[in-house]
């Protein structure tokens, strides 16, 4: 028998993806604490407190993001099996964003309410949609060089025993709906930043409760998919 290197477990990328989320989180909260001794020294605590209201609304949205994400990380790789090249590469471009976050949300910070609130939006846009542009652009560029995107599931998923070409467009209609609806939002916000903004806030919301969300989607998925 011919022995060969095989991919890595997918516990290896669970350990990684746990650290990235625990640093990602933690510098997001280094922008609120260095706020604490100038708001000290301030004569009226309570005018600088609301005077920062950007950053603690920045850390708010920004916290929201990151652990809606790795909640829903954990709901979905908890039915893959195995890796491959594609998984690896899948995961680490969307913990990239993950990472990106923290700067994301200092942006915002920084411009809510001034003249470059529309660069401070759409960067954040940037980073919140990211990782569904980088996930479909990768399957199509893996389709279109015919490798292996494949993913084995559990027994107990709702994708197992279905065909390669309905997990394709189930997986692409997971990933498309934000991408393209990330595209709309962040264009946006080049004619109105504050629709923009309640229009992620809308969409952040909704990755609150991963397992209802999903659970919810799967009907539809059914309806398109035949």
């Known amino acids: 028998m011919t022995k060969e290197f095989k991919h890595i477990s997918h516990k290896l990328i669970d350990t990684l993806s746990d650290g990235v989320f625990s640093i990602a989180l933690t510098l997001l909260g280094l922008d609120v604490l260095s706020l604490?001794?100038?708001i000290s020294k301030s004569e009226d605590f309570n005018s600088a407190m609301f005077e920062h209201w950007p950053t603690f609304f920045a850390y708010a949205?920004?916290?929201f993001v990151l652990f809606a994400w790795w909640y829903q990380y954990h709901v979905t790789s908890q039915?893959?099996?195995?890796?491959n090249a594609f998984i690896v590469w899948n995961h680490g471009l969307t913990l990239g964003w993950v990472a990106l976050m923290p700067f994301g949300a200092a942006l915002?910070?920084?411009n809510l309410n001034n003249p470059n609130m529309k660069w401070g939006v759409f960067y954040f846009g940037?980073?919140?949609f990211g990782q569904y542009w980088t996930?479909?652009?990768q399957r199509l560029i893996v389709l279109i060089i015919k490798g292996d995107a494949s993913i084995t599931w559990t027994d107990d998923f709702i994708l197992t025993g279905k065909s390669r070409e309905y997990q394709n467009k189930a997986l692409l209609i997971f990933n498309g709906f934000p991408a393209l609806l990330g595209i709309i939002l962040v264009a946006t916000c080049f004619i109105n930043s504050w629709v923009?903004?309640?229009g992620y806030m809308v969409y952040i919301f909704t990755l609150v409760n991963p397992v209802k969300s999903l659970n919810r989607l799967l009907p539809t998925l059914t309806k398109i998919i035949k």
């Open 79 to 83: 039915y893959v099996v195995g890796t």
């Open 135 to 137: 996930a479909s652009i």
């Open 61 to 63: 949205l920004g916290f």
């Open 196 to 198: 923009a903004l309640v």
């Open 36 to 38: 604490a001794h100038g």
């Open 126 to 128: 940037i980073c919140l």
């Open 108 to 110: 915002l910070a920084e």
